[in-house]
């Protein structure tokens, strides 16, 4: 691809710059090969960011140099991308709101790519047609592994996890973090900004107790070392999870990458998990969009982990 074009994406015209820029030295990996995965992955990477406010993880000088959150598309966006006013108090920036993007279509997906967005973050929580946070409609489990753990262990986890959920009439999904670990979720209703949270931190404490040997609930660093911590705090309201599909600042282009339950049980090695973004267009080539089911309206999620 040349280092600049001028394109017309599903009916809007863009500028894509800096095409031939390697952004991951290790693989020379482009941005043009970004935009273009982003491109062709669009048709499944949308429904998961429809009414999101979009978080992006921006490196412009490549994956080995550090990259920014960048959370405000004001004075970015070109006026056909949907932004929403989000309160963010707290915020680092000392702003009490924040203009945030939506990516729901092919343009908008490529404009974020071509800003060496390689990360896209979202919340589980849509906004209306107006703005305004609803209440999430997705129950989240970050399965990060302590050394010497590793993504074998999450699978192991992952499992359990997913054991108690079906028994509370819950329909669980997993991917990969495109990191080291990897991701659970549910489509659940709720009426409560808090209710998912609660909810999750019980279920991490409940499996902590009956796997002491594998799974921590509780925050402090040191105990994570060889364990798998269930990060259940990814349920709150203000933080956001790494989308499906989206690429990850490693070495390697790898993506975060929705499984399939028997792999889950087959993984024996980290390798079993580790995906790319090639890899990632054949997997939805040859699978579809693994993580539909999370498109679904959720079920009403129990007030309570306790079961009789």
């Not at 990969?176 to 670990?181: A, H, I, L, W």
């Not at 900004?193 to 402090?220: D, I, Q």
Request: with cysteine.
């Amino acid at each position: 691809m040349a280092g600049e074009v001028l394109v017309d994406v599903a009916g809007q015209r863009m500028r894509l710059s800096n095409l031939d820029k390697v952004l991951y030295p290790e693989d020379g990996f482009t941005k043009g090969d970004v935009i273009d995965y982003y491109s062709r992955v669009a048709a499944v990477l949308t429904p998961h960011l429809r009414d999101r406010p979009v978080t992006f993880r921006r490196f412009p000088d490549g994956v080995a140099k550090p990259g920014f959150f960048h959370k405000n598309a004001a004075g970015h966006a070109p006026d056909w991308v949907r932004t929403v006013t989000i309160e963010t108090p707290g915020s680092s920036t000392g702003a009490q709101s924040l203009d945030f993007a939506l990516l729901p279509d092919l343009p908008s997906v490529v404009w974020a790519a071509n800003l060496a967005g390689l990360e896209l973050h979202v919340p589980q929580w849509t906004v209306g047609p107006r703005g305004g946070r609803r209440c999430p409609d997705r129950l989240v489990f970050d399965l990060d592994p302590g050394e010497p753990a590793t993504v074998v262990e999450c699978c192991e986890v992952a499992l359990a996890l997913r054991a108690e959920l079906t028994a509370d009439g819950l329909t669980a999904v997993a991917k990969t973090s495109g990191n080291k670990g990897m991701q659970l979720y549910a489509p659940v209703t709720t009426t409560t900004p808090e209710h998912t949270s609660n909810y999750a931190k019980a279920l991490a404490e409940r499996l902590e107790a009956a796997m002491p040997r594998l799974v921590v609930s509780r925050m402090a660093k040191a105990l994570r070392r060889g364990k798998v911590f269930i990060d259940w705090s990814q349920n709150n309201p203000n933080k956001t999870t790494v989308a499906p599909y989206s690429l990850r600042a490693r070495s390697l282009p790898t993506a975060s990458t929705p499984l399939a339950w028997d792999e889950v049980e087959a993984c024996g090695s980290v390798d079993d998990l580790l995906f790319t973004a090639d890899d990632v267009l054949d997997r939805v080539a040859e699978l579809g969009d693994l993580f539909e089911p999370l498109l679904a309206k959720g079920p009403r999620l129990p007030t309570s982990t306790q079961r009789s």
